[in-house]
């Protein structure tokens, strides 16, 4: 009948949107062929410009068709004049534009323009940082204009302090800027190139650190930005990398050596008394191409004699490094040490200016807690500022924080716990070094995991007792010296870091999660000193045949208890 | 109103799916190389020789990597090295580190970096791929990297991450 639209069925439909995308596949096809066989006939034509053209326009992020372009630009320059040069190119930058404008993120078209820009021969720098203005305002982390805008800043020469004031302008309009923000933090260390660390920022009096940043949490605290870029603020620059100790042993003619960053074993010498030695450095697990800790044996006789004194040195190539240890008559064994303090392991060492100027910023602080308690960042910003303070004169604070912190963000409550774990670690390790002793305890804290194992390479008894560990993982090895463990009342089922511990006589495991104790009895038989197991109330004990296994395993266990 | 870089957390609903559908999963990206007369995937060409990387360790971690034909795979990495030594992401286009970087991750993955030119391929790009790639390669002087997650094995064992391959 007449003036009826017809009306199409789901099938035509379906049918007619495969045969569009049909034909737009061929179209592509075709393009992209003609490019490709063109290429590789070496022609450089205006075709060749108007079909990468019209394929870059729906698909920027096909790299090798801007290769191709630029190589006919680059031929055009050789035979066009620097007027028409300047035209092509011009050309080319709103090209680029309407590509960004389809998708700004493209790393194709942002290349080419910065490309382009580089090769004009009357670049408009002005024009360029306008472009960053306006796509930054439509999208403030788009990394791919602020990598532009660093090359446009560094080309046209644009001072440091006026993007600083840029930085200024787009913080103070929106807080919420983690882009800007991490710009400014690469900005400030350009102020002040010759200092050096910690951070010069620190340093800098007369510009209150926190104002602009304080402004930001105050304002709207639960935006994450300005709190990372406050902790930025309050960070330490790298540590040294160092030897950090030297153990030696005459029963064992064994040497241990720790390093400040786990290391592989290419470029460490030993030399004795003056004499290079031959040795095969190991690390303290198989699992280990890079450790922190390395061992190695001199042959048997070499240091065995305890009425000679002998001179050690272990020589790191890689930095230019070495450590001496002397090995006095008399003595056993011998070691050379640098304090956890003296490492600045866990804090820098304060100036008395960046002292009051951190406690003026952990009372800021506190005071915002106290109008915003359920805020995580306050808390947790509160806990490193106890930390580069004074992290033992803290401690019971910290614990109290932490817990508060576990009820107000329940989601990341395991992040906390370990985290609380590492900084109970830490002050362990002070406590330890302050009282200078080899004993390293530790119970009933909480603990969820353990770190910085590297330092205990000198403890001879450890005491890890009542808290919620689950493993000893296999940097427990790093235990060179130990003698004791105990680890009773956690959750441990994995034993795999006990392992090859050459003095280690007592493991008291009482009230554990142990049940697969087969996969263990490996690394237990490697410790040859090991006289005392404590195995009760352990899952495994409920197993058939356990005991005759043990003995039969683990013969020198003389002192059994399931 | 300043909005702010808010934390997101997401509820998930107590009805909400338990269960990781994994051969569901591994029959999409079995499947998804056959899409030859699709436009998106005609278009997405440009990064063929990466897609290929992440559908294998995907099959790979869920142990369905028989599945992929391996020897059409490594005749495409083959037809995709260049003179220069490096490899581009399909056939006839260019060499570059990224998809160069893909296919010696999908040969180490296959034990198969002999397919192609070794020496050739150890290029001066002296930027974290490139120096992955020296070590995938077998580079004594550059620490051990995961193929899989592609970090060095020393950061892995620090975090406490060593993934157990399902393989």
Not at chain 1, 277 to 282: A, G, T
Request: glycine share 4%.
């Amino acid at each position: 009948q007449h003036g009826r639209v017809k009306i199409k069925t789901t099938a035509q439909q379906e049918e007619e949107k495969r045969k569009e995308r049909e034909k737009k596949l061929k179209i592509y096809v075709a393009a992209r062929d003609a490019c490709f066989s063109k290429r590789n006939e070496g022609i450089w034509d205006d075709e060749a410009l108007q079909l990468t053209q019209q394929l870059l326009s729906s698909n920027p992020d096909f790299a090798t068709l801007w290769n191709y372009r630029r190589e006919i630009l680059m031929h055009l320059e050789t035979v066009k004049d620097k007027d028409e040069v300047q035209k092509i190119y011009e050309a080319e930058l709103s090209f680029t534009e309407s590509c960004l404008k389809v998708n700004p993120k493209s790393y194709g078209s942002w290349h080419h323009r910065g490309w382009v820009s580089a090769r004009l021969p009357r670049p408009d720098w002005a024009r360029e940082l306008t472009l960053c203005d306006r796509c930054l305002s439509l999208d403030d982390r788009n990394f791919h204009c602020w990598d532009y805008r660093r090359m446009v800043v560094k080309m046209s020469g644009v001072p440091v302090d006026q993007e600083l004031a840029f930085t200024d302008r787009l913080i103070g309009s929106n807080f919420s800027n983690y882009s800007s923000w991490h710009y400014r933090s690469t900005l400030l260390p350009l102020l002040h190139p010759e200092s050096p660390d910690p951070p010069p920022h620190l340093l800098l009096k007369p510009i209150p650190i926190g104002s602009l940043v304080q402004n930001a949490f105050f304002t709207d605290p639960n935006d994450q930005s300005a709190w990372f870029y406050y902790r930025w603020l309050l960070g330490r620059a790298e540590r040294e990398e160092m030897i950090s100790c030297v153990y030696v042993n005459r029963d064992e003619e064994r040497v241990a050596v720790a390093f400040s960053r786990p290391v592989n074993s290419v470029g460490l010498f030993l030399v004795l008394d003056g004499q290079p030695q031959r040795v095969e450095w190991r690390s303290v697990h198989p699992r280990f191409k890079q450790s922190p800790v390395w061992i190695c044996n001199l042959p048997p006789g070499t240091i065995s004699d305890i009425t000679n004194e002998r001179n050690l040195t272990v020589h790191w190539t890689e930095k230019h490094t070495h450590r001496d240890c002397a090995l006095y008559t008399g003595r056993t064994e011998s070691w050379c040490r640098d304090s956890a303090t003296d490492q600045e392991l866990f804090r820098s060492e304060l100036s008395v200016e960046k002292t009051s100027v951190l406690q003026s910023e952990l009372q800021s602080v506190k005071q915002l807690q106290e109008l915003e308690p359920l805020n995580k960042w306050c808390l947790l910003t509160i806990i490193l500022l106890m930390r580069a303070l004074d992290p033992l004169g803290y401690e019971q604070e910290m614990l109290a924080h932490f817990r508060t912190l576990k009820e107000v963000d329940s989601m990341r409550s395991a992040y906390y716990s370990d985290l609380c774990s590492k900084f109970m670690i830490e002050n362990t390790i002070l406590k330890m070094e302050y009282a200078e002793v080899r004993v390293f305890s530790i119970s009933d804290k909480n603990l969820t995991t353990l770190c910085h194992l590297d330092q205990l390479l000198l403890v001879t008894h450890i005491n890890l007792s009542s808290n919620h560990l689950q493993r000893l993982p296999p940097q427990f090895a790093m235990l060179q010296c130990l003698e004791v463990l105990e680890a009773d009342n956690n959750a441990i089922e994995n034993l795999e870091g006990v392992y090859h511990l050459p003095k280690l006589e007592e493991v008291l495991l009482k009230n554990n999660s142990i049940l697969k104790l087969v996969v263990y009895l490996q690394t237990l038989a490697s410790c040859p000193k090991l006289k005392r197991l404590d195995l009760r109330g352990n899952p495994v004990t409920q197993t058939a045949n356990v005991e005759s296994e043990l003995a039969e395993l683990l013969p020198s266990v003389t002192d059994l208890l399931l | 109103m300043l909005t702010g870089t808010q934390v997101k957390d997401v509820i998930i609903k107590p009805d909400a799916p338990s269960t990781l559908l994994l051969e569901k999963h591994a029959d999409y990206i079995a499947a998804y190389g056959s899409k030859k007369d699709d436009y998106e995937y005609t278009l997405s060409e440009y990064l063929r020789m990466s897609g290929i990387y992440w559908g294998l360790t995907v099959m790979d971690l869920m142990g369905e990597l028989p599945r992929m034909n391996q020897q059409e795979i490594v005749d495409f990495i083959k037809a995709c090295q260049h003179e220069c030594g490096g490899i581009s992401a399909s056939i006839g286009h260019d060499p570059h580190l990224l998809y160069t970087l893909s296919a010696v991750q999908i040969l180490c993955l296959y034990d198969s970096v002999d397919a192609i030119d070794v020496d050739k391929v150890v290029d001066p790009f002296h930027t974290l791929f490139g120096v992955a790639g020296l070590s995938l390669l077998g580079d004594e002087q550059i620490k051990p990297v995961n193929p899989v997650l592609c970090m060095p094995e020393d950061v892995l064992q620090r975090i406490g991450l060593q993934p157990d391959l399902l393989s």
